[in-house]
Nanobody, 125 residues
Framework: QPRLVESGGGLVQSGGSLRLSCAVA????????VGWFRQGPGKEREGISC????????YYDDSVKGRFTISKDNVKNTVYLQMNSLKPEDTAVYYC??????????????????WGQGTRVTVSS
């Protein structure tokens, strides 16, 4: 059974930075696209970024474009989300998910996706 474990969340001041990690076991990032999603207090879950299998094309939602960077290490089977210029509205539980997808990636959650347990990010003003 595939397993995804997020880490790196915490409390940071507005304007600060955090790097989230998503360690993946049981599947290969050569075959699976990975997305980052978040759910803020009282909000629905939203997709914010994804990276494709293989060479890793990237996509960002407008809410994080220019501030967040997604990357991965296929050897370590880990996907990262570097978050800069954090704002209070970035406060959320952040989740990674993996989808078997030969080309591209999507920030729309799928029924067959594998999910981690989430890591909490709190940005103070």
């Amino acid at each position: 059974q595939p397993r995804l474990v997020e880490s790196g969340g915490g409390l940071v001041q507005s304007g600060g930075s955090l790097r989230l990690s998503c360690a993946v076991a049981g599947i290969s990032l050569d075959n699976y696209a990975v997305g980052w999603f978040r759910q803020g207090p009282g909000k629905e879950r939203e997709g914010i970024s994804c990276i494709s299998a293989g060479a890793g094309s990237r996509y960002y939602d407008d809410s994080v474009k220019g501030r967040f960077t997604i990357s991965k290490d296929n050897v370590k089977n880990t996907v990262y989300l570097q978050m800069n210029s954090l704002k209070p509205e970035d406060t959320a539980v952040y989740y990674c998910s993996a989808e078997r997808r030969p080309l591209g990636c999507t920030i729309i959650a799928g029924a067959d996706d594998y999910w981690g347990q989430g890591t909490r990010v709190t940005v103070s003003s």
